[in-house]
């Protein structure tokens, strides 16, 4: 077994191999598909993504709805079980693991093939994982410009970037769908980012005084605004909730803007299941407000110090207006 494939199955799974023939068309109030959740005739296919897909080369984009569609089109090694989320055959039939679960050998299906008919083999998969993590000049070229940060090729600081958002991704980070901490690591990269806050340090307290009763949850925050330092306290539905109302209670005073951010969604993920409570967890965070939906990460041995980066990143995003 080569090194490539050996890094590319102990990630157990890859996505973005097969691509499916699809349509997508929007759909307005009294149209013909508006409000059913029958399938429309003739087996057309229609994804509302909403914002128009920057591509649908899984290496180059990084978005949302980008991300949206690959997991409702592309297929991998494995795939989820929709009931209890455990790893069920997909691509591969079945795979083998070694003693100390260093090794996974993967066993393709003997009929699986792309949509224009051609058998998928193990190479597929290691131009796959070629492709999306060694970053050619061009790729990472298309990713950073996304952002309106314009580099010619033989500019000084792209091999730079370049490995920075390696580095990232090595220690779990995934951008994918966070494009607010994406434009953020580039901006600060390049030296072109002005803080809009310093963190001098949070707590967070977590309480539940006998067996049935209901936890509670308190966080402080101090933070630096220009030379003035603010400290705030706050209570929430748990502690990323609680350091959150904190977060935005110290900077509300100085950014009245962020009382129109909501948080929409937080997902966590374990990356490192074998360490059990100690595992390395990936923590994505959806925010948005009247106008933008943005997607930020984390990614910590500790919950709190994910989360803390996802929400920090997401109040930066939200206030780079400062930073034009």
């Known amino acids: 077994m080569t090194e490539t494939w050996k890094r590319l199955v102990a ?13 997508c068309a929007s759909v307005s109030q009294g149209g013909d ?3 059913q959740n029958k399938p429309p005739h003739e087996n057309i296919f229609r994804y509302v993504t909403g914002d128009e897909p920057q591509s649908l080369d899984p290496p180059i984009s ?21 009931k209890n989320l455990s790893p069920i055959p997909s691509l591969a039939e079945r795979w ?30 290691v131009y796959q ?8 000049p061009s790729a990472g070229m298309e990713k950073i410009e996304a952002y309106g940060i314009k580099l010619d090729k033989g500019h000084a600081k792209l091999q730079e970037l370049i490995d920075t958002l390696k580095d990232r991704e090595g220690e779990g ?48 925050v101090m933070v630096k605004v220009g030379e003035l330092v603010e400290h705030a306290a706050a209570v929430g539905a748990g502690p990323v909730n609680a350091l959150d109302h904190a977060l935005r209670k110290a900077l509300e005073k100085f950014y009245p803007q962020l009382r129109e951010v909501k948080l929409l969604d937080y997902k966590v993920r374990v990356l490192s299941a074998n360490s059990g409570t100690e595992s390395k967890v990936r923590v994505l965070i959806e925010s948005g407000d009247h106008k933008d939906k943005w997607g930020t990460v984390g990614v910590s041995e500790n919950i709190m110090e994910a989360s803390w980066q996802a929400l920090a ?9 400062k930073d034009e």
Not at 103 to 108: G, I, P, V
């Open 11 to 23: 990630l157990g799974v890859l996505a973005c191999l097969v691509t499916f023939s699809f349509s």
């Open 33 to 35: 598909y508006f409000g």
């Open 62 to 82: 990084i978005g949302q709805p980008e991300a949206r569609i690959y997991m409702a089109l592309y297929d991998g090694l494995v795939e989820y079980d929709p």
């Open 96 to 125: 083998d693991v070694n003693s100390d679960s260093s090794e996974f050998t993967f066993h393709l299906r003997q009929n699986g093939r792309f949509s224009n008919g051609d058998p998928i083999d193990a190479n597929d998969f």
């Open 129 to 136: 994982w070629e492709s999306s993590h060694d970053y050619n």
């Open 173 to 220: 980070y995934q951008f994918e769908a966070a494009e607010g901490s994406f434009e953020l690591l580039m901006r600060k990269a390049m030296g072109t980012h002005r803080p809009s806050f310093q963190l001098l340090g949070f707590r967070v307290i977590v309480e539940k005084k006998h067996d049935h009763g209901a936890s509670s949850s308190e966080a402080t």
């Open 313 to 321: 990143d997401s109040i930066e995003y939200k206030l780079l207006a």
